[in-house]
């Protein structure tokens, strides 16, 4: 179900009839001469920026001029070094409380060029797709335009993106009623059909037979079973490559670990991983970018029935390693070490990116508007450090020491165990460096991304975090 039918990005005009809303930092407000656009009282705009306070999350007013309803809203001052420059943590706020039934002009006045892409992503995300309510609402049109002290910003490829973004946040939102593992391979065959792409599917018990371990152990017990897709884009004359895996888990029960009763609802989002991956995949092939990608979606619900996987049973993976589960709730890693493990072998490429929402430890870490990143490599670090910043979807390094972690997994009958020993230990580090015991050796240039935090806004709502951090990421830096 669909609550809004567009969002279109256009040089829009301040002008003109429809409820409008303007955003920016106050000097940026205060020189765009808001009253002669508007048509309104200068003492009136005036008053409405001075009384204004930005704060750490921004704020905004309204006031009609003549029959329409113009919101104003103004941006936070303060953005640390870790912080995104576009204050594009604070944007969505702001459309939502001006997001009503009709339709509206969103007007995004950045301080420069660069950070308009973030902006409008932000933006974006206030306006979600999915509802199940029985009063729909009416259809709406919603433009939004970014503007730097130069004017508008023309930005290539921003409307794939947007949509993209809002593509990973319906599936977030959908029920796993609606969306189980076998409507997820739908949405995936739907997105490779549009695009013309090759898409290949491993379900079932053949993933059990073809040595998906982790994936089939995690996924057996429910009626809709586990599945393995991946997508391919091989651009003509693509030179460089790069592979997206992405956790799925459409419900996560806990298995025979069983969450708590407050721990179990929201777990229909912890396939935002999977979702980020097949909205950038969309994104990027609607741009037709020109580097290789593999987008691959490992697909379970984490059912208690009885073929549910017990604790002290060994998972024989797709790395050729064992895994004795000491946890069923640890599940995502499991599914993820089967995924990256069969890219590697299948499909080699410059780099492989994990997303999931692994950890609970990672919001303790780096919070919940930063993603938390283990990665190999130094310059694939640093690069994703500088794309999340760009593009409003900030992330911050965890420890990497596999050395200091590796121990934390081990097991007197397999090779490893799947939860650790010492909570205390950089969990979330922990969890990322199991997922790395599958890669072969030696490993190829990998980064996880665990974004436990930013996948859900504080309405509860999917964000679609991610997609544009692999877009801005691309096939990653030159190795």
């Given amino acids: 179900m669909h609550r809004i039918t567009a969002i279109t990005y256009e040089e829009v005009s ?46 905004s007013s309204s006031l009609w001029v003549g029959e329409r309803r113009v919101w104003i809203g103004i941006l936070p001052e303060a953005c640390s070094r870790h912080n995104s420059p576009s204050r594009a943590w604070a944007i969505p706020a702001r459309v939502r409380e001006a997001a009503g039934d009709r339709d509206l002009t969103v007007a995004l006045l950045v301080d420069e060029p660069a950070h308009a892409r973030a902006a409008v992503l932000s933006a974006a995300r206030a306006l979600p797709l999915f509802t199940a309510r029985s009063k729909q609402n009416p259809t709406r049109a919603i ?3 970014a503007f730097g002290p130069g004017g508008f910003v023309s930005l290539d490829g921003i409307a794939h993106a947007i949509d993209g973004v809002r593509h990973a946040a319906r599936l977030v939102d959908m029920p796993t009623s609606v969306l189980n593992t076998t409507a997820f391979v739908k949405e995936a065959r739907e997105v490779a059909t549009s695009h013309g792409v090759e898409m290949v599917v491993i379900e079932g018990a053949d993933l059990d037979a073809q040595g998906f371990g982790g994936l089939w152990g995690v996924g057996k017990a429910s009626t809709h079973k586990p599945a393995l897709v991946a997508l391919k884009w091989r651009p003509e004359g693509a030179t460089r490559s790069v ?39 969309h994104a990027a092939v609607a741009a037709k970018v020109d580097y290789n990608i593999t987008a691959v979606l490992c697909l379970a619900e984490n059912s208690v029935g ?24 640890a599940e995502g890693r499991l599914v993820l070490a089967d995924g990256v493990a069969w890219v590697a072998a299948e499909h080699p490429s410059d780099l492989i990116i994990d997303l999931a929402t692994l950890t609970g430890a990672a919001l303790v870490a780096t919070g919940k508007v930063h993603a938390a990143l283990y990665c190999n490599d130094e310059a694939v670090e640093q690069a994703a450090v500088a794309a999340g910043k760009a593009i409003g979807e900030p992330c911050m390094p965890l420890l990497y020491a596999p050395e200091l972690l590796r121990k934390e997994f081990k097991s007197e009958v397999a090779d490893m165990k799947n939860s650790v020993k010492d909570r205390g230990n950089a969990q979330s580090s922990c969890a990322g460096q199991f997922i790395g015991n599958h890669l072969p050796d030696p490993q190829p240039r990998w980064l996880h991304i665990d974004i436990a935090g930013p996948a859900w806004g504080s309405d509860g709502r999917g964000t679609g975090y991610g997609v544009g951090l692999l877009l801005a990421l691309g096939a990653g830096p030159a190795a």
């Fill in 306 to 329: 009885p073929d549910a996987t017990r604790p002290d049973d060994v998972l024989y993976m797709k790395s050729g390693k064992t895994v004795e589960v000491n946890n069923t709730d």
């Fill in 243 to 281: 592979s997206w895996v992405g956790k799925g888990i459409v419900y996560d029960t806990g298995g025979l670990s069983i969450k708590s009763k407050t721990g179990m609802p929201g777990m229909k989002g912890d396939m935002g991983g999977a979702a980020a991956v097949l909205g950038a995949f």
């Fill in 143 to 145: 433009r939004i335009g």
């Fill in 14 to 59: 301040l002008g003109g009839s429809g409820d409008l809303l303007v955003v920016g930092r106050r000097a940026r407000l205060e020189a765009a001469d808001l009253a002669g656009a508007l048509g309104a009282a200068p003492e009136t705009i005036a008053a409405i920026l001075s009384r204004l306070e930005p704060g750490d999350a921004g704020s």
